[in-house]
C-alpha cells in the first residue's frame, strides 16, 4: 500500500510544478492547464475511490459482526438441543431441531 501512497503522492507533485510551469511559459500554458487539470481529476476520482472503499470496509465489518453474533447463539441453541437430546416438555426443542437443520430450498416453495 506505502508505493500506491507514494503513486499519488507523485501525481500531486506533478500537478503542482505543472502549474508552477504554467504561471512561468505562457506558449505553453493551455496544453499543460489541460494536463494538470486531466491530473486533478485522476487525484479526485482516487480520493473518492478511498473513500467509498473505506465505507465498504466499515460495512463489511458491521455485516461480519452481525454474523457471529448469529452464528454464536445458533451454536447456543444448537448445543442446549444436543445436551438435551432434543426433547422437551413442550416440544419447541423438536420444533427449533427442524428450523436449523432443514434446507436452504424448503424457504424458496
Same mark, same amino acid.
Given at each position: 500500500?506505502? !508505493?500506491?501512497?507514494?503513486?499519488?503522492?507523485? $501525481?500531486? @507533485?506533478? +500537478?503542482?510544478?505543472? &502549474?508552477?510551469?504554467?504561471?512561468?511559459?505562457?506558449?505553453?500554458?493551455?496544453?499543460?492547464?489541460?494536463?494538470?487539470?486531466?491530473?486533478?481529476?485522476?487525484?479526485?476520482?482516487?480520493?473518492?475511490? !478511498?473513500?467509498?472503499?473505506?465505507?465498504?470496509? $466499515?460495512? @463489511?465489518? +458491521?455485516?461480519?459482526? &452481525?454474523?457471529?453474533?448469529?452464528?454464536?447463539?445458533?451454536?447456543?441453541?444448537?448445543?442446549?438441543?444436543?445436551?438435551?437430546?432434543?426433547?422437551?416438555?413442550?416440544?419447541?426443542?423438536?420444533?427449533?431441531?427442524?428450523?436449523?437443520?432443514?434446507?436452504?430450498?424448503?424457504?424458496?416453495?
Amino acid at each position: 500500500m506505502s !508505493n500506491n501512497n507514494q503513486l499519488w503522492s507523485l $501525481i500531486q @507533485q506533478i +500537478t503542482v510544478q505543472l &502549474e508552477e510551469v504554467i504561471d512561468q511559459d505562457s506558449q505553453t500554458q493551455e496544453s499543460l492547464s489541460d494536463l494538470a487539470q486531466r491530473l486533478q481529476r485522476i487525484i479526485n476520482l482516487h480520493q473518492k475511490c !478511498n473513500e467509498a472503499e473505506q465505507k465498504m470496509r $466499515i460495512k @463489511q465489518l +458491521t455485516l461480519m459482526r &452481525e454474523r457471529n453474533l448469529y452464528l454464536e447463539k445458533y451454536r447456543k441453541i444448537e448445543n442446549l438441543g444436543e445436551e438435551l437430546e432434543w426433547q422437551d416438555q413442550h416440544d419447541i426443542l423438536p420444533t427449533i431441531h427442524s428450523i436449523m437443520f432443514e434446507s436452504g430450498d424448503d424457504e424458496e416453495e
